[in-house]
């Protein structure tokens, strides 16, 4: 194993539960109905936020009603693979709405293709690189000509490494095209979608699905635990960018909590775990297998997250098991 494997890998060992990967391909041989995930690791700092109690019946939750809806329209951004990919699966199964999945190459994307043409004309795969305005506001004049509101949006779409080189593991490996690219991709991208469909997201409010609530619109920003300031002294070794992105994005989601909670759009940043893919394949040699999720498992229990959800949450940073994150 070289040097820059061998420091991630421990680093992940260190923190096995925290988010190491984004939206690739979980390996076939990961079977979700014999996964039992260990508790999570304790965190440093005080939570901001309460926790999310995922005992709850999610009959009696604005998510519930949310899903049972069936002309709302949820949008997945960075769909083509991964956790992006199986956003939209389970979408389809626990949702009675349409799923509108986004990513770079529609064309490329034979998987999300596949799922989209037996969807019944429940899912739609648009185009879409966050990384270029003119492609996120296209998306938008889409949407509003056709769908006229989103009830749901999951920006998915994130880097980690760049292709060979991985993330960063000291300063002397900074590279100011990188960090921009890990800025632009992970934090103004999503940032810049979400205020493309903010009228879109407030077209939800009023509609009174259950009895005397409303049932609010959600964005969902995949964070991780690496991008926590309280966090940080526990194995905090390296990833610059990657860190900095994802602490950049916490505060977005939670300023945008406080801005568009009175419009009827609830904000929460999560972060899945370690979660099987592609991506993650190098860094897994010496880390236990308990602590490597399925996609499956990661997105059910990050949209349990979601539905049950309360807008006191609003504006937090959650692990998969509903607990709050310090900041």
């Not at 960090?179 to 009228?199: S, Y």
């Amino acid at each position: 194993m070289n040097p820059l494997r061998r420091t991630i890998a421990r680093q992940l060992q260190n923190d096995a539960l925290s988010t190491r990967c984004l939206s690739f391909p979980c390996s076939p041989a990961r079977r979700f109905s014999t996964f039992v995930p260990p508790p999570p690791n304790a965190y440093h700092g005080a939570p901001v936020y309460d926790p999310v109690d995922l005992a709850s019946p999610p009959s009696s939750s604005a998510g519930s009603a949310r899903n049972a809806d069936p002309d709302a329209v949820f949008v997945v951004v960075g769909a083509s693979r991964g956790i992006g990919l199986e956003y939209v699966r389970a979408l389809l199964s626990r949702t009675a709405g349409h799923i509108v999945a986004c990513c770079r190459d529609p064309a490329g994307a034979e998987e999300l293709g596949r799922v989209a043409e037996a969807a019944d004309g429940r899912a739609t795969v648009l185009p879409l690189d966050v990384a270029e305005q003119a492609q996120v506001e296209r998306l938008a004049n889409e949407l509003r000509s056709g769908r006229e509101r989103v009830d749901g949006l999951f920006n998915v779409a994130g880097i980690l490494g760049d292709g060979d080189a991985g993330p960063e593991r000291n300063v002397s490996a900074l590279d100011r095209t990188f960090l921009e690219k890990n800025m632009t991709v992970n934090v103004v991208g999503p940032m810049m979608v979400i205020r493309e469909l903010a009228p879109l997201l407030k077209a939800r409010k009023g509609k009174k699905l259950l009895p005397g609530r409303s049932a609010p619109s959600a964005v969902v920003n995949m964070s991780a635990r690496v991008g926590s300031l309280a966090d940080c002294n526990r194995a905090g070794l390296g990833w610059h960018s990657y860190r900095m992105s994802k602490a950049a994005l916490n505060m977005g989601t939670r300023v945008l909590a406080h801005e568009l909670k009175r419009q009827g759009t609830w904000t929460v940043a999560l972060y899945p775990g370690m979660t099987d893919t592609d991506l993650s394949k190098p860094f897994q040699k010496g880390v236990k297998q308990e602590f490597i999720f399925p996609v499956e498992f990661t997105v059910g229990r990050m949209l349990d997250v979601v539905d049950r959800m309360e807008e006191k949450h609003s504006g937090g940073l959650y692990d998969w098991a509903g607990q709050a994150l310090p900041f």
